[in-house]
Antibody, heavy 123, light 107 residues
Framework: QLHLQESGPGLVKPSETLSLNCTVSGGSITSRSYHWGWIRQSPGKGLEWIGSIYYNGNAYYNPSLKSRVGITLDTSKNQFSLNLRSVTAADTAIYYC???????????????WGQGILVTVSS | DIQMTQSPSSLSASIGDRVTLTCRASQSVTNFLNWYQHKPGKAPKLLIYAASSLQTGVPSRFSGSGSGTDFTLTISSLQLEDAAIYYCQQSYSVPRTFGQGTKVEIK
């Protein structure tokens, strides 16, 4: 069974960089059938897709965050990572790592999720 | 960005009731529409993908329909464990966007 686990600091200071890792077990992040991504939920708000990355390292992002965000793969650790620069209080959220199943006739859907990690931006 | 609008924002229903949730897209998303269930303190769970395909392991009381801009999620016989927030999501274009959610409560 696939399992995703987020890790990283729960507190980040304003203007600094938020860095999270997602460790994948029970499957390989180099599989060509899937993308790997990040989704967040700010307090009291809905879900926001941040971005995703292909098995080959190509990433695509939400334009609203594109200037500040980077997603990378570490195939040696079967991990992928999120970096979000210049954070503000508005970036306080639960961050989920996800597996994206990509099917030509069905679109893309997040079929596995990590439990989520709360990151608070505060001095 | 494609805007997703869900209605109602919340509802309260009794065990065994048939419940219908609606999701409308600001432009056609063909059938690239997914539904997720989110319970407090847990990760969201995929229920339906491609508008009407039931994810493996999801009870058959959940069903989805629609295409283009209008979609529905139906719970045929509401159970206690179905209390949650339900989100629709389009994957027709980037950025993939979610509706604001419908909160389902049990009377």
């Amino acid at each position: 069974q696939l399992h995703l686990q987020e890790s990283g600091p729960g507190l980040v200071k304003p203007s600094e960089t938020l860095s999270l890792n997602c460790t994948v077990s029970g499957g390989s992040i180099t599989s060509r059938s899937y993308h790997w991504g990040w989704i967040r939920q700010s307090p009291g708000k809905g879900l926001e897709w941040i971005g995703s990355i292909y098995y080959n390292g190509n990433a695509y992002y939400n334009p609203s965050l594109k200037s500040r965000v980077g997603i990378t793969l570490d195939t040696s650790k079967n991990q992928f990572s999120l970096n979000l620069r210049s954070v503000t209080a508005a970036d306080t959220a639960i961050y989920y790592c996800v597996r994206d199943r990509v099917v030509i006739i069905s679109g893309t859907y997040e079929d596995f999720w990590g439990q989520g990690i709360l990151v608070t931006v505060s001095s | 960005d494609i805007q997703m609008t869900q209605s109602p924002s919340s509802l309260s229903a009794s065990i065994g009731d048939r419940v219908t949730l609606t999701c409308r897209a600001s432009q056609s998303v063909t059938n690239f529409l997914n539904w997720y269930q989110h319970k407090p303190g847990k990760a969201p769970k995929l229920l339906i993908y491609a508008a009407s395909s039931l994810q493996t392991g999801v009870p058959s009381r959940f069903s989805g329909s629609g295409s283009g801009t209008d979609f529905t999620l139906t719970i045929s016989s509401l159970q206690l464990e179905d209390a949650a927030i339900y989100y629709c999501q389009q994957s027709y274009s980037v950025p993939r966007t979610f509706g604001q959610g419908t909160k389902v409560e049990i009377k």
